[in-house]
């Protein structure tokens, strides 16, 4: 099954999110719809259910506190001459540990990343000159992080479907 961790993102916050999307919206950018906004701390991608269990024990000898999370600025991957995925920085020194801290207990399981606090809104499929809107200044919101949840994602013919398979809390 494919998998990843995230953090959920507050419904107004994807509100917000989704007015600074309609300046997106254009032939071969595809938007991240509303209710698949979230900040992925890990992609574990496919698992079988041996590596699942160890995965979910593995997790909960995680240890934070809650945490605020600063959704501002545009960011892009790999770079802003050539963008493949569009998103907002995740501004928060504690989610930074987080994510760390994720990356060494699964290290025994999986590839250990450098983990960059970003919440995706879009990925583009052709070159497209993003320039006036990278050039833009964002302020989405703020929210607090109590949880975050391993999901089960399937792929459909309508885009991905998440599924909460755990929450594991502060």
């Keep these: 099954m494919r998998t990843f961790l995230s953090i959920k993102i507050l419904d107004k916050l994807k509100d917000k ?26 992609f574990l991608g496919e698992i079988n259910e041996a590596k699942l269990k ?18 501002k600025d545009i960011g ?27 990356n060494t207990i699964l290290k025994s ?5 450098t983990f960059t606090a970003h919440l995706t809104i879009a990925r583009v499929r052709r070159k497209i000159d993003l320039k006036e809107f990278l050039e833009k200044e964002c302020y989405i919101g703020e929210f607090e992080c109590s949880y975050f949840e391993l999901m089960k994602s399937e792929l459909t013919p309508n885009g991905p479907v998440y599924y909460v398979m755990q929450s594991y809390k502060k």
């Design 17 to 42: 999110i989704q007015l600074l999307q309609k300046r997106l919206l254009k032939d071969g950018i595809k938007l991240v719809e509303k209710n698949n906004l979230h900040i992925t701390l890990k």
């Design 54 to 71: 160890q995965t979910k024990e593995l997790l909960k000898n995680i240890k934070f506190k809650p945490f605020k999370i600063q959704l």
């Design 76 to 102: 892009v991957f790999p770079n802003k001459n050539y963008v493949r995925v569009i998103w907002i920085d995740c501004k928060s020194d504690e989610l930074i540990y987080l994510g760390r801290q994720i």
């Design 109 to 113: 399981l999986f590839r250990p990343e």
